[in-house]
């Protein structure tokens, strides 16, 4: 069904949304989609800063330490 849209029908279709909702609408809406983006963006890179940061601490140095090794 979706396949069958060209050009023209994606035009009409941009066409009745802008009359129907005003330029004002639209563009407001665009900038609330650009900064869900933005914060989407933003969780992911904090979700792997974390994910880094759990691996570096896993992968830290387990050599005993002088008092370990003075026990065995």
Known sequence: MLNNIGLPGLLL???VVL???GRGKISSL??????????FKKGVSDGS?????EQ???ARDITPSEQE???V
């Open 69 to 71: 090794k003075d026990k």
């Open 56 to 58: 570096a601490e896993a």
């Open 19 to 21: 009359v129907l909702f």
């Open 49 to 53: 800063k974390e994910l880094e940061e």
């Open 13 to 15: 279709i941009a066409v």
């Open 30 to 39: 665009m900038g609330e989609v650009g900064k869900g983006i933005t914060a």
